[in-house]
């Protein structure tokens, strides 16, 4: 950078009381617009008026003028001092400085009207919120008076018909109660769901976390439809899997009503033609259920949850599908398989047994356990993966959880070779926190591989004894999902 | 020809650049850049059969408890004071503010001018207007150029009057 010099930030004019230039005294600021003889307003407009009104001998500061000259702007500041016939003009450069104070006033007024804006938004905000709350809570009265003033006499309905038919009456009569039974019962179950999808909304529906026997719920089921679709061409066939677990923990209530949703739907649906009804029951289970399973991130040991998302084929199940993104089923002890199948609707929890992370669907039919083989050291077992992973030889995507990531990257560290992330995760890793995240990475990117882990009890054929007993003992193994090529 | 030199002062924001830009440009923008220092414009105005030449000093605005520097005022024929109708901390203080100008300037009369009036309902204004302690000479809006050539006409004729 150059020195600046001094000089060339002012210039000192002498002019007469007509503005015109006697002397340059001292300075080169620019100079060559000031020549003797020469009016000062041709370059300071504004000193017009402002001469005449300078007191005597009575020195003046006038700050923040804009000259232009040599096509550009200056800033300037004059110091004036009038004598009787003259006026000496100081003039000093300050652009720099105008520029500057230019920049942060520009700030701090774009600050000012940032504020008066958002007080004005955060008011309308306000506002709006009132109206929302009223509305709110007229809807929750409206809700609580349903509950009481519509569920009550249908209650009261409900159990006079059934006493009636246990009196001796007519077979007639018997039938016409019977339609009179079925009808309130449905008028109840609409009465329940309308409650239910407002609690859904208010975010006030507890899902409960109960013991269920899945078994006693298939039969409930089956139960409520024997009498109730005779008019349609639809067979119903229940069937329960035998290696279906007894203790299941989720919400029954909550679950019988997702079934027969799915059940009733299926029955509106069906689709007469063979051949098409059919196809749409292998379809069924791609299309509108998924399986997930989660971690419980609070839990100290994670807990898996069987979350299900369903989409209906793309119809509107209204309720339904806000129910069912909160409900979660915790499944205890043998996780192994479940299938509850009815015409039209398959369940599958597919034969694996994962905490951490896993798919379940027919998407992806081939699930590889990887298993640390008997004996073999775990930091071995961790090097030999992570050598796996970034040998290249295999044209493979990971999607590794943080879990296993931060195992392998601790135990290949004791191994006295630290690494660091970015060493770690090459250009076929995704490193995913949350796992189930790292599930729909999977399914969105096609990812060829999730690498997951589990440090749960669990059961699996390669994990039995000798003589075919469970195993209960905790180990840590790896998932490997393979989508089929 | 007659020069005359006329100031306009008030809060930073209230819309002084935007009425001059109107008076002499006869433009308009949205956009708020702050005046810095003084900008100087003119321009020539017709008045009782004389020409006069205004040279229009566009001070920046002032805030809270900032004053405008006495040397502005030096020679100066006539002063605007313009306010914002639609910020009340621009005119809430206004017979002190107009007071201090004038002890400042030593000017008799300002000309009061109520800008940015089509940001109000004509039922919101009138409101206004009876709330105000000084009368306030024109309600103008340098957007929609209301007012604009009369407020300057008006201080045309206090510079010449002086
Ligand atoms: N709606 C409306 N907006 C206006 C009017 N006059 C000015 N504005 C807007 O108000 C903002 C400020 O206008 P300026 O003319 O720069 O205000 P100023 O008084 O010169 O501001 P400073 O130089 O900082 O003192 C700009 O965004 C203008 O577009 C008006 O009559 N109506
Ligand atoms: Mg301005």
Request: net charge negative; proline share 3%; glycine share 4%.
């Amino acid at each position: 950078m150059k020195p600046t010099n001094i000089d060339n930030l002012h210039i000192e004019l002498i002019i007469d009381l007509n503005g015109d230039i006697l002397k340059v005294s001292s300075g080169q600021f620019i100079k060559n617009q000031f020549a003797i003889g020469d009016s000062i307003y041709t370059i300071c407009p504004f000193l017009l008026g402002t001469i005449e009104g300078l007191p005597l001998r009575e020195p003046y500061l006038v700050e923040g003028m804009f000259i232009n000259a040599n096509d550009r702007e200056y800033g300037i500041d004059l110091d004036l001092f009038k004598a009787t016939d003259n006026v000496t003009v100081l003039i000093n450069d300050r652009t720099n400085v105008y520029n500057f104070v230019n920049h942060l006033n520009q700030q701090r007024n774009d600050l000012f009207f940032l504020k008066r804006e958002l007080a004005q938004k955060n008011k309308e905000l306000h506002r709006l919120r009132k109206a929302a709350d009223i509305a709110n809570e007229q809807k929750s009265r409206f809700l609580a008076m349903m509950s009481h003033e519509v569920r009550n006499p249908l209650n009261v309905i409900l159990g006079y018909t059934e006493l009636i038919s246990k009196e001796e009456i007519s077979l007639k009569v018997k039938d016409y109660l019977k339609n009179l039974a079925i009808s309130g019962r449905n008028l109840k179950v609409i009465v329940d769901d309308i409650l239910d999808l407002s609690r859904v909304e208010a975010g006030k529906l507890q899902l409960a976390n109960d013991p269920m026997n899945l078994h006693h719920i298939i039969d409930q089921i089956e139960n409520n439809y024997k009498t109730s679709h005779k008019d349609t061409d639809v067979v119903l066939v229940f069937e329960a899997d035998k290696t279906i677990p007894n203790s299941i923990f989720g919400d029954d209530v909550r679950l019988i009503q997702i079934i027969t949703n799915l059940i009733n739907n299926s029955i509106k649906f069906n689709v007469p033609d063979t051949d098409q009804a059919d196809e749409l029951l292998n379809m069924q289970p791609l299309n509108a259920i998924d399986y997930m399973l989660s971690l419980n991130e609070e839990a100290v040991m994670p807990i898996p949850y069987l979350e299900l998302h369903i989409g209906f084929l793309g119809r509107d199940t209204g309720a339904l599908d806000s129910i069912l993104q909160r409900l979660k089923i915790r499944i205890k002890d043998d996780r192994r398989c479940v299938r509850i199948s009815e015409k039209g609707i398959k369940f599958h929890f597919p034969e694996v047994d994962i905490n951490h992370i896993g798919i379940v669907s027919d998407r992806h039919p081939s699930i590889t356990p990887v298993i640390r083989p008997k004996g073999l050291d775990k930091h071995l077992y961790h090097r030999q993966l992570f050598e796996f992973i970034h040998s290249g030889k295999q044209n493979k995507q990971f999607v590794i959880t943080s879990i296993i990531a931060e195992l392998l990257r601790r135990d290949l560290s004791e191994n006295r070779k630290p690494l660091s992330r970015h060493e770690f995760i090459g250009r076929n890793i995704i490193e995913e926190t949350d796992a189930s995240y790292a599930l729909v990475i999977h399914r969105l990117n096609a990812v060829k591989t999730i690498l997951a882990e589990s440090q749960l009890p669990f059961t699996l054929r390669s994990n039995r004894g000798e003589n075919g007993q469970k195993s209960k003992k905790r180990t840590s193994f790896f998932l490997q999902l393979e989508e089929e090529e | 020809m007659i020069a005359k030199k006329v100031l306009l002062v008030g809060s930073f924001g209230v819309g002084k650049t935007s009425l001059v830009r109107r008076f002499v440009l006869n433009e308009f923008s949205e956009d708020y850049i702050s005046t810095i220092g003084v900008r100087v414009s003119s321009k020539v105005v017709e008045l009782d059969e004389n020409e006069i030449k205004l040279m229009i000093w566009d001070v920046a605005g002032t805030s809270k408890d900032e004053k405008v520097p006495k040397a502005y005022f030096l020679g100066a024929s006539a002063a605007m004071y313009v306010f914002d109708l639609s910020r009340e901390e621009t005119y809430i203080n206004l017979s002190e503010d107009l007071e201090a100008i004038k002890q400042l300037s030593g000017l008799e009369n300002i000309v009061v001018v109520g800008n940015k009036k089509d940001l109000l309902s004509e039922e919101a204004l009138q409101e206004l207007k009876s709330t105000f302690a000084v009368p306030v000479n024109l309600i103008t809006s340098a957007k929609e150029n209301a007012n604009v050539e009369d407020a300057f006409l008006l201080l045309s004729k206090q510079a010449l009057s002086k």
